[in-house]
Nanobody
Framework: QVQLVESGGGLVQPGGSLRLSCVVS????????MGWYRQAPGKQRELVAN???????NYVDSVKGRFTIPRDNAKNTLLLQMNSLKPEDTAVYYC???????????????WGQGTQVTVSS
């Protein structure tokens, strides 16, 4: 069974940094895309950044220049390096992946359980 497990959330002061980690485990034939979403209280879940096969990346405008998403393909791990954090970055951050479990399976979408990031002084 495929699992996405996030870690690294917490409380940080404005201007600080945090690094989130997402490890994909289980039966995996191929990963097509991985990304991070976030959901703040009372708001819809939004894409923060993603990386698709081939290595191209996308970032929401509000995090460009501050966040990066390094990926370790060998370890099926996606990081979210967050710098210059702002109070408006406060949200639950979710890892997401489109992947194929076996060569004959269809591609499916998976979510992690989420990790809280709070930016406050």
């Amino acid at each position: 069974q495929v699992q996405l497990v996030e870690s690294g959330g917490g409380l940080v002061q404005p201007g600080g940094s945090l690094r989130l980690s997402c490890v994909v485990s289980g039966r995996i034939f191929s990963i097509y895309a991985m990304g991070w979403y976030r959901q703040a209280p009372g708001k819809q879940r939004e894409l923060v950044a993603n990386i698709i096969s081939g290595g191209s990346t996308n970032y929401v405008d509000s995090v460009k220049g501050r966040f990066t998403i390094p990926r370790d393909n060998a370890k099926n791990t996606l990081l979210l390096q967050m710098n210059s954090l702002k109070p408006e970055d406060t949200a639950v951050y979710y890892c997401n992946s489109d992947l194929q479990e076996r060569w004959y399976d269809s591609k499916r979408n998976y979510w992690g359980q989420g990790t809280q990031v709070t930016v406050s002084s």
